[in-house]
């Protein structure tokens, strides 16, 4: 089943999600769900529990043959730098340069029950960053600069005054048989 993806704004998107202490049906079913929120999003690479609204240390990330799932990941070691435009599925339609560790070692417990240890690069290695931030409650917005967040705040706040006006124009649209 797939969930509506929480916004910028929504309080629980700022809350500190708790581990999961059990590999039970329940916890499946919410990967399953999380997998298909993700799918449905259509452009995502990576989801993270608070962004359907459950205050659980889940990640999933579909980025290689098939979608993967995370329990309690935390980075236990990093290194590097690397520069990307980094995106949020909670805070759509923003891109913001942002410097983070290009490396990162992650520890945390897979599917079957078992602690497990992922080296990640680049692209991985930002989206295991991103989505462990959402973990603790924080987003993009919290890792930037005050100037770059001033910047990203007023860019996001025209995009979604755009969107309203844009649903607004919408019926117009459709009773004119436009695209
Ligand atoms: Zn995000």
């Known amino acids: ?4 993806i929480r916004t910028y704004g929504d309080p629980v998107l700022k809350s500190r999600a708790a581990p999961v202490d059990n ?11 999380m997998f298909d929120t993700l799918i449905d999003s259509g452009n995502g690479l990576a989801l993270a529990a608070p962004q359907i609204g459950v205050q659980k240390q889940v990640v999933v990330w579909d980025m290689d043959e098939e979608p993967l ?32 560790p290009k490396l990162v070692l992650v520890r945390g417990v897979d599917i079957e029950g078992n602690v497990i240890e992922i080296e990640a690069d680049e692209l991985e290695a930002r989206m295991f960053q991103h989505e462990i931030d959402h973990l603790q409650g924080v987003l993009m917005f919290d890792r930037m600069s005050k ?33």
């Open 1 to 4: 089943m797939s969930y509506k």
């Open 23 to 33: 590999v039970d049906g329940k916890i499946i079913r919410l990967v399953d769900d």
């Open 69 to 100: 799932a995370i329990f309690n990941p935390e980075i236990i070691e990093s290194d590097g730098e690397w520069l990307y435009d980094e995106g949020c599925l909670s805070i759509p339609g923003l891109y913001v340069e942002m410097l983070r």
């Open 147 to 179: 100037d770059q967040r001033k910047q990203a705040l007023t860019e996001y706040r025209r995009m979604e005054e755009e969107a309203v006006a844009e649903a607004s124009r919408r019926p117009m649209r459709r009773r004119l048989g436009m695209k």
